[in-house]
């Protein structure tokens, strides 16, 4: 059965249609100050999704925010057709809310067949099932990262290594980050919607090796982070019912610039998707 927090994002997930390739989105019971962009870029992609004329996978969507998003209103979702084929398709998605622009999304779809394969190596980590909930790392914790104890939690994670806030704790330092996801509870069996629940999940933790590796964490320090663009390449069809591992690390930062990089990988090794995230990341030295 699935909890409440994963049929709040199966029911936003489910876009409704209010015009010609228009479509609005909601959002869920629980919220951030502003949009949460994993969100977004999830119903942006289901919104693309829903005009192909030709059943297509996809292959990359690349995304820009451009303004923070209301969580005390829908948003817009507007398709605009670039191009269709048999085994190509491109969609653009502008996010809108009350005419404001906040991100436009690229959206590209390949039926490319079978061709030559090979595989970056899986890191070595510990089984999902032996590794603690992300309720039983909050503990102890509430009052330190009050906003992630409070957050909308539709998927289960299992970090394989100390989060960001239990690191600071011990006054560790980690330039990586891998963390076990999976939703928390039945999916239905589109697979579009399996997409878009990793979409939504390649948000969660793919700025932190930018801090960890500084030796700094949400709540214990005083950051400012907002993603500014985020890219996803779909290598392989993802099955959300089973545990997909998110392995993130961080290869620079500069000009209050950060770039967090990783890939999804099966319980076997395979990649799933690759992701690329930009954010502003600023460091203000002193207590939060």
Known sequence: MANADLTDLLAILDLSSIGDDVFAGAHPRKNPVRTFGGQLMAQAFVAATRTLDHQLPPSALSVHFIAGGDPAADIEFHVTRLR??????????DAMQDGKLLATALVSYLSGGHGLEHNTA?????????????DELLVGYEEVVPHFVTALRPIQWRYTNDPAWVMRDKGGQLAHNRVWLTADGPMPADPTMHTAAMIYSSDTTVLDSIITTHGLSWGWDRIFAVTINHSVWFHRQVDFTDWVLYATESPVAAESRGLGTGHFFTRDGQV?????QEGIVKHFPGNP
């Not at 190509?88 to 998605?93: C, D, Q, S």
């Open 84 to 93: 269709d084929e048999r085994r190509f398709a491109n969609r653009r998605v």
């Open 122 to 134: 899986m890191p070595q980590t510990p089984d999902p099932a032996t590794l603690p909930t992300i």
């Open 272 to 276: 799933v998707a690759t992701v690329v």
